[in-house]
């Protein structure tokens, strides 16, 4: 026959419940502190990861941007007995700007146009037309204001400009030649927030380039284009901008 010890239950032996209970308690009580501490720290990661996301969305370092363009180059007189007339040209512009501080960016450029005609008059008599695409290659440093929704801004730098003929019979020389020339670029806009992904820009944008000849000079037997001038070509821009 079985004796019940202290603390059993002398029907069956076995350790009292209350017993039981307080041996158990200080282990639920330690399972339990765990659980509350795994709770608190995937409730700190997801703050810290909606905050890293919330941040990111507002950061919005960089931007792509499309805009239609026209080209608008001077007319020309020269030093010497040329002349060059031109009419305007249509274009697109596609940009990248990376931001480096909230107010300025590095920004790179490719434009190009769909065509327009340069009208060379040498001598008063012969008459030259080129019909040609003209490629823009550029990089900058922009500098930006913050008012309101309006951010006016400024840039400028380096830019490569690519004259290519069209041959057709809008062209009256099959002799002239594709010419690159180098290029300083400025300009001066304003962007319109419209939502935190885009807004709308407009700009003024001036190209500052030596008059090409397109390989027509003085030590060519073809006739000599060269004005030995430097000349300002007006582009204006409107377009639309994504920021991510």
């Given at each position: 026959?079985?004796?019940?010890?202290?603390?059993?239950?002398r029907s069956?032996?076995?350790?009292?419940?209350?017993?039981?209970?307080?041996?158990?308690?200080?282990?639920?009580?330690?399972?339990?502190?765990?659980q509350d501490r795994m709770k608190k720290s995937l409730f700190v990661l997801f703050l810290l990861a909606a905050s890293a996301v919330a941040g990111r969305a507002q950061e919005s370092r960089q931007d792509i941007s499309l805009s239609g363009t026209g080209l608008i180059e001077p007319f020309v007189a020269s030093s010497t007995d040329v002349q060059v007339?031109?009419?305007?040209?249509l274009g697109a512009l596609a940009s990248?700007?990376?931001?480096?501080t909230p107010s300025s960016a590095l920004e790179v450029n490719y434009g190009i146009t769909y065509q327009n005609t340069m009208r060379f008059i040498v001598g008063n008599t012969n008459v030259v037309k080129v019909l040609l695409r003209t490629q823009e290659i550029s990089g900058?440093?922009?500098?930006?204001?913050?008012?309101?929704?309006?951010?006016?801004?400024?840039?400028?730098?380096?830019?490569?400009?690519?004259?290519?003929?069209?041959?057709?019979?809008?062209?009256?020389s099959l002799d002239v030649k594709q010419q690159t020339t180098v290029a300083g670029m400025y300009g001066a806009g304003i962007a319109y927030e419209i939502s935190p992904s885009f807004d709308i820009r407009a700009e003024y944008r001036g190209l500052v380039t030596?008059?090409?000849?397109?390989?027509?000079g003085s030590s060519t037997n073809q006739v000599n284009l060269t004005t030995n001038k430097w000349y300002n070509i007006y582009e204006p821009t409107v377009g639309v901008a994504y920021h991510f």
């Amino acid at each position: 026959m079985l004796r019940a010890g202290p603390g059993s239950d002398r029907s069956t032996g076995e350790p009292e419940k209350s017993e039981y209970q307080a041996l158990c308690q200080p282990f639920r009580l330690r399972s339990c502190e765990v659980q509350d501490r795994m709770k608190k720290s995937l409730f700190v990661l997801f703050l810290l990861a909606a905050s890293a996301v919330a941040g990111r969305a507002q950061e919005s370092r960089q931007d792509i941007s499309l805009s239609g363009t026209g080209l608008i180059e001077p007319f020309v007189a020269s030093s010497t007995d040329v002349q060059v007339h031109s009419n305007y040209a249509l274009g697109a512009l596609a940009s990248y700007r990376f931001m480096l501080t909230p107010s300025s960016a590095l920004e790179v450029n490719y434009g190009i146009t769909y065509q327009n005609t340069m009208r060379f008059i040498v001598g008063n008599t012969n008459v030259v037309k080129v019909l040609l695409r003209t490629q823009e290659i550029s990089g900058a440093y922009v500098r930006s204001f913050t008012y309101k929704k309006f951010n006016p801004f400024v840039e400028g730098g380096p830019s490569g400009l690519i004259f290519l003929p069209i041959r057709n019979s809008q062209t009256t020389s099959l002799d002239v030649k594709q010419q690159t020339t180098v290029a300083g670029m400025y300009g001066a806009g304003i962007a319109y927030e419209i939502s935190p992904s885009f807004d709308i820009r407009a700009e003024y944008r001036g190209l500052v380039t030596k008059v090409p000849n397109f390989g027509q000079g003085s030590s060519t037997n073809q006739v000599n284009l060269t004005t030995n001038k430097w000349y300002n070509i007006y582009e204006p821009t409107v377009g639309v901008a994504y920021h991510f």
